[in-house]
Structure formats: structure tokens, C-alpha cells
């Protein structure tokens, strides 16, 4: 069974510019979940997706933004961008079926804002 | 509040040394999940292990171990007789009972690194 998959893998933007990304989640699963990295922070939930529906969202700006579609592939948006925005971004899928199921990662899209 | 706490930021040993990486965590919750995952140099964060809160059963599988304490609130992981493929970081995490909070809040994760 195919991983998560997330494209770009690597993406060099400018300060003001937006960007999507990508993910795809492991088939069958309906619940994508979105996370960011940066040294300073460390992992951070950004939004998850289920069926279509957010249903809950970290403390980020209005910026983010998600979506996911019928197909259970999820993109997320940022608009603005700032030079605090560079970061690893992770996608996680899971079945979600009961609240203790595993969340799968994807190998992440490197975000880098000059 | 930091709801996961990974006290050790870097941790180096030498091949088959074992290797155990705390973590603290913190809930009102009497439900709850914890997690152990590994991210490789390629970024990809890999599940190792989930422990629900009522099973304090501590496991071992393969070179892997977990000693889950409720009293103390901790989790932790041992690597026994550690290779230099382990060299990783590892990130402990916590969900939450809330059933529309369906997310995981990551410790600061440890950077173990094994040299041959």
C-alpha cells in the first residue's frame, strides 16, 4: 500500500507570495492532518480534515488555510507569506476511526521564504 | 503549557550502548493517548508505538522498550543495544480525549545520534 505522498518535496517562494501544497493520504484513510515544523517551534498542529470538514485547527493565523476534497487529498494554503513561514510542512493521514489511531506521515514539503 | 516535556535535547552514545529517552507529559484527562515517533534524516516521521491510558502494560518489541507510569506521569523509551541506523530524532506524543480535538501535541523531540 502507497504512503503519504506530498508535492513539492522542496519550495523556495518570496516574502508576500502564497503557495499550495499538496498531500495525499494513504487509501482509505479519511482524516488528513496538517503540521509544522521549524527549529524554534518544533511540530505544530496547523488543521485536520475529515470527510471533507475541518474539524479542528491549531493556533495559526487566518493565512493558513486547508481544504480537503472528496478523494480525501488535502492542500493547504498560505497566503502573505513571511520569512517565518519557512518551515517543514508534514501531511498525516489516518484512519481515524477511534481516537487512538496511528496518524501515518508523509516525508514533508521543505518551505523556504526569502 | 507545554503539554509533552522531552528534557533530553541531544543524546550520543556509542554503538550497542542502550539508549532511553524520557518523557514527561501533562492532561486532565483520564483518556488519553501517547505516542512514540522516529524521524529519520529524510524527515519522515515514523510511528513506533501508542499506549492508551489504561494500559500501563509496558512493552517490548524487538530492540525497542516502553515504561508507561501514570503515577509519575512518563513514557518512556529504551533502545537496547543501540546501531548507528537508530540515529534519529524521537518524538514523544500526547492526544487528547477531546473528540473534536483530534490532534497530537509533540515534545521538543531528543536527537539521538549513534556512532559506530
Known amino acids: 500500500k502507497a504512503g503519504v505522498t506530498q508535492t513539492p518535496r522542496y519550495l523556495i517562494k518570496t516574502r508576500g507570495q502564497q503557495v499550495t501544497l499538496s498531500c495525499s493520504p494513504i487509501s482509505g484513510h479519511r482524516s488528513v492532518s496538517w503540521y509544522q515544523q521549524t527549529p524554534g517551534q518544533g511540530l505544530q498542529f496547523l488543521f485536520e480534515y475529515f470527510s471533507e470538514t475541518q474539524r479542528n485547527k491549531g493556533n495559526f493565523p487566518g493565512r493558513f488555510s486547508g481544504r480537503q476534497f472528496s478523494n480525501s487529498r488535502s492542500e493547504m494554503n498560505v497566503s502573505t507569506l513571511e520569512l517565518g513561514d519557512s518551515a517543514l510542512y508534514l501531511c498525516?493521514?489516518?484512519?481515524?476511526?477511534?481516537?487512538?489511531?496511528?496518524?501515518?506521515f508523509g516525508p514533508g514539503t521543505r518551505l523556504t521564504v526569502t | 503549557a507545554q503539554k509533552v516535556t522531552q528534557a533530553q535535547t541531544e543524546i550520543s552514545v556509542v554503538e550497542k550502548e542502550d539508549v532511553t529517552l524520557d518523557c514527561v507529559y501533562e492532561t486532565r484527562d483520564t483518556t488519553y493517548y501517547l505516542f512514540w515517533y522516529k524521524q529519520p534524516p529524510s524527515g519522515e516521521l515514523v510511528f513506533l508505538i501508542r499506549?492508551?491510558?489504561?494500559?500501563?502494560q509496558n512493552e517490548i518489541s524487538g530492540r525497542y522498550s516502553w515504561n508507561f507510569q501514570k503515577s509519575t506521569s512518563s513514557f518512556n523509551f529504551t533502545i537496547t543495544a543501540s546501531q548507528v541506523v537508530d540515529s534519529a530524532v524521537y518524538f514523544c506524543?500526547?492526544?487528547?480525549?477531546?473528540?473534536?480535538?483530534?490532534?497530537?501535541?509533540f515534545g521538543a523531540g531528543t536527537t539521538v545520534t549513534v556512532r559506530a
Open positions: 498525516a493521514s489516518s484512519l481515524a476511526l477511534r481516537r487512538n489511531d496511528e496518524q501515518y
Open positions: 506524543a500526547l492526544s487528547e480525549a477531546d473528540p473534536n480535538d483530534y490532534k497530537l501535541s
Open positions: 499506549r492508551n491510558s489504561f494500559d500501563e
